[in-house]
């Protein structure tokens, strides 16, 4: 079992930044591809990033790409999401989760089988 705590969200102005933190327990946390989602009311989960085991290989959705950056520190179990040039739409709660099933889509939540409680993200135009 693998157990995910999401911090850093709260509300910042367009243009800002924000940094989200997800610590994991477990022995095999360094083993696992890690994703953030993220989800607002009334819209289906969307991808947002992920980071394979050794940290070295990064995807980022299109929506973000160049605005936020995922990293891991595997000695500090902890994933990070660095969110710069904040804008409204990017208002949700944000996930972190660790990838159980073996899939070529990587964005599909449904191949995640450890989830955090959230984190609320808030911009304000």
């Known amino acids: 079992q693998v157990q995910l705590v999401e911090s850093g969200g709260g509300l910042v102005q367009a243009g800002g930044s924000l940094r989200l933190s997800c610590t994991a327990s477990g022995r095999t946390f360094s083993s696992y591809n890690m994703g953030w989602f993220r989800q607002a009311p009334g819209k289906e989960r969307e991808f947002v990033a992920r980071?394979?085991?050794?940290?070295?290989?990064?995807y980022h959705a299109d929506s973000v790409k160049g605005r936020f950056t995922v990293s891991r520190d595997n000695a500090k179990n902890t994933v990070t999401l660095q969110m710069n040039s904040l804008k409204p739409e990017d208002t949700a709660v944000y996930y972190c989760a660790a990838q159980t099933t073996y899939s070529d889509n990587y964005s599909d939540p449904s191949v995640y089988g450890y989830w955090g409680q959230g984190t609320q993200v808030t911009v304000s135009s």
């Open positions: 980071i394979n085991p050794a940290g070295y290989i990064t």
